[in-house]
């Protein structure tokens, strides 16, 4: 059964750094599109950022430019979204997603397989 698990999330102050990494079993996600997405409650899940197959792609969401960078390491099965200067408002629920639609998509129906879910705190 094909499975994506997110790790990496925690409680940080502004200004902080974290690594979120989604692990993939059950399959091989390297001919997928990877995907992040958060939501915080009581919103909608937001696209965050997305990378292509090759990696040459990627898109983010202006709040995050320059901020977050998304990675992937196909050999690894594994994802990444490195998050830098982060801010009270990027405090939600991060998941990580996988796509086999072409490009790097940011609406969440493309994307087939959905991680759990790692918490992100960020506080003042």
């Known amino acids: 059964q094909a499975r994506l698990v997110e790790s990496g999330g925690g409680l940080v102050q502004a200004g902080d750094s974290l690594r979120l990494s989604c692990s993939g079993s059950?399959?091989?996600?390297?001919?997928?599109?990877m995907g992040w997405f958060r939501q915080v409650p009581g919103k909608d899940r937001e696209f965050v950022a997305s990378?292509?197959?090759?990696?040459?792609?990627?898109v983010y969401r202006t709040s995050v430019k320059g901020r977050f960078a998304v990675s992937r390491d196909s050999a690894k099965n594994t994802a990444y979204l490195q998050m830098n200067d982060l801010k009270e408002e990027d405090t939600a629920v991060y998941y990580c997603?996988?796509?086999?639609?072409?490009?790097?998509?940011?609406?969440?129906?493309?994307?087939?397989?959905w991680g759990q879910g790692t918490q992100v705190t960020v506080s003042p």
């Open positions: 997603a996988a796509s086999d639609a072409p490009g790097a998509p940011s609406m969440a129906r493309w994307y087939k397989f």
């Open positions: 059950g399959r091989s996600f390297s001919d997928h599109v």
């Open positions: 990378i292509s197959v090759s990696g040459q792609k990627t």
